[in-house]
């Protein structure tokens, strides 16, 4: 299965902390992607990392890549409320598969 | 572009009827895929379209469902019979897959389908 596993499966946290999410995959991957999804509206790209990067920064999000460990992370920095929503992370081979994302609130 | 166009958003339908969910990927991309999502089973890959061409429909949970791909420009998902437990949303996605190459896929806003 190409399929990521998000953790935590739920973040609470006060607008401008920062949240991270981690990502967890089994097989040998081309790249990695994080989608978020607000409630009731279809996933939205944000990041793609290939194998051979070990970070990548977009605004607010920040990357990182172990290929070693088969594991990912998207940190938000200074978080707002607009970011709640929940985060999904796809091992982006042929099938494109999700894990169960990880639903992050963002208190005002 | 105006990006992946699903139809109906919101579909009400009895047990028993035959419901065919529409999609239009974007223009230039070769790879579609159908989602279904739940709470109970989150984002489920139902089938996965290559070149027009099903390459996994392992997803596909019985054979109630079906999905066609006429072109390149047309996708449909139909059940029959519809059930209860089909209640669900259903997204479709597209991207451009270029050999080895994945890249980004867009979403649909997706229809959610009611069982009643």
């Known amino acids: 299965s190409q399929q990521g596993e998000e953790d935590p499966q739920a973040l609470s946290i006060q607008e401008g902390e920062n949240a991270t999410m981690n990502c967890s995959y089994k097989?040998?991957?081309?790249?990695l992607q994080w989608y978020r999804q607000n409630s009731g509206r279809g996933l939205v790209h944000l990041i793609l990392?290939?194998?051979?990067?070990r970070e990548k920064h977009s605004g607010r999000l920040r990357v990182t890549l172990d290929t070693s460990k088969k594991s990912s992370s998207l940190l938000i920095t200074a978080s707002r409320a607009a970011d709640t929503a929940s985060y999904f992370c796809?091992?982006?081979?042929?099938?494109?598969?999700f894990g169960a994302g990880t639903r992050l609130t963002v208190k005002p | 572009d105006a990006g992946v166009i699903q139809s109906p958003r919101h579909e009400v339908t009895e047990m028993g009827q035959e419901v065919t969910l529409r999609c239009k990927p974007i223009?230039?991309?070769?790879?579609l895929f159908w989602y279904r999502q739940t709470m109970m089973r989150g984002l489920e890959l139902l089938i996965y379209?290559?070149?027009?061409?099903?390459?996994?429909d392992s997803g596909m949970p019985e054979d109630r469902f079906s999905a066609k791909m006429p072109n390149a420009s047309f996708s449909t998902l139909k059940i029959q019979p519809s059930e209860p437990r089909d209640s669900a949303v259903y997204f479709c996605?597209?991207?451009?897959?270029?050999?080895?190459?994945?890249?980004?896929?867009?979403f649909g806003q997706g229809t959610r389908l009611t069982v009643v």
């Open positions: 996605a597209s991207r451009r897959a270029t050999g080895a190459v994945n890249t980004e896929a867009f």
């Open positions: 097989t040998s991957i081309n790249n």
């Open positions: 990392i290939r194998s051979n990067e």
């Open positions: 796809a091992t982006a081979g042929d099938f494109m598969r």
């Open positions: 223009s230039g991309h070769n790879s």
């Open positions: 379209f290559n070149n027009n061409v099903p390459i996994d």
